[in-house]
């Protein structure tokens, strides 16, 4: 077991053993770490790639965010920051997996992104954006897993059938870790902010998070409310209870827990409509 946990954290850390984007990135961090860099310059960089702005412009625009008709890179990095933007041209790759082969987590992450969206709107939270984007990106750690242990995948998939377990109890039995940590050496290998590599790892375990307790929070209940609502699938379908300590920190109750899933209902046929326009569409990503 150890073996294979190290092997698959050797292929995770390894990034060219990863979906790959173009030079963009490259200079786009090189640009981010230069202070007198501007979104400009930054912008232009990513819109000489046409199909990563056409990815990453289908993103922003959808609900997750709940901006509407952004048509440019440099509009993007002003409304979501250029954090949020260079870890969704990271992730494009990997999400174009997920429509393509796994239309069922796309949607999960996709309403997930929304619940989380709405969750920190209604409490007033600081970076809605950041805290969207680490909900909408949870469980790239189960592509991955997908994607380099496909044998031991069809053995979770078959625990979960057979047995009724849980996907991440499943997923320890099989390879030794689960898709939330998996996630969080992805984030690592992309050096993620810790603001959006710590919901990604801790979000099954708010208990282990710790300077971003609240986004790890949000996303935690944001997860187990799109699984009760049977939107999208998330590989199993049990829905986790509530940890008390993400109520507790986030200073939930039952009569806003109400609300957000009156609200959540109306927001979830937008996801819906945004998932068939993207399996409608006639426009190429490859």
């Known amino acids: 077991m150890d073996n294979k ?25 090189s640009l981010t ?10 912008a232009r960089i990513v819109s ?40 969704l041209a990271l992730s494009t790759s990997i999400f174009e997996i997920m429509e393509k082969n796994s239309l069922g987590l796309w949607e999960h992450s996709l309403g997930v992104g929304v619940a989380a969206n709405l969750i920190a709107r209604k409490l007033s939270l600081p ?15 189960k592509v991955i ?5 496909s044998e031991a995948e069809q053995l979770i998939r078959g625990a979960i059938q057979d047995h009724g377990m849980y996907m991440r ?5 099989i390879i030794d870790t689960d898709h939330a940590e998996v996630g969080g050496w992805l984030a690592k290998s992309w050096f993620l902010p810790d ?34 609502s049977g939107f999208g699938d998330s590989g199993d379908c049990y829905v986790p209870q509530i940890q008390q300590i993400a109520w507790d920190v986030l200073k939930f109750d039952e009569r806003l827990m109400a609300e957000i899933i009156d609200e959540l209902e109306d927001k979830l046929v937008e996801v819906k409509n945004f998932s068939l326009e993207l399996q ?6 490859d």
């Open 5 to 29: 946990r190290s092997e698959l954290k050797k292929i995770i850390m390894d990034t060219k053993t990863l979906p790959t984007l173009p030079g963009v990135v490259n200079k786009l961090n």
């Open 33 to 42: 770490e230069n202070d007198k860099a501007s979104v400009q310059e930054m």
């Open 48 to 87: 000489s790639d046409q199909v990563l702005s056409a990815r990453i412009l289908r993103l922003v625009n959808s609900p997750s965010y709940g901006f509407y008709r952004v048509s440019t890179i440099s509009n993007a990095m002003i409304l979501l920051g250029i954090d949020v933007v260079k870890c």
């Open 127 to 141: 970076e809605c954006e950041e805290i969207s984007t680490a909900a909408l990106l949870h469980d790239i750690g």
């Open 145 to 149: 897993i997908s994607l380099k242990c």
């Open 169 to 173: 109890d499943a997923e320890r039995e």
């Open 195 to 228: 603001k959006l590599s710590e919901p990604i790892t801790f979000h099954h375990d708010v208990a282990q998070s710790g300077n971003h307790r609240i986004k790890t929070a949000v996303v935690h209940i944001a997860d187990a409310l799109i699984k009760a």
């Open 280 to 285: 409608g569409s006639d426009i190429s990503v």
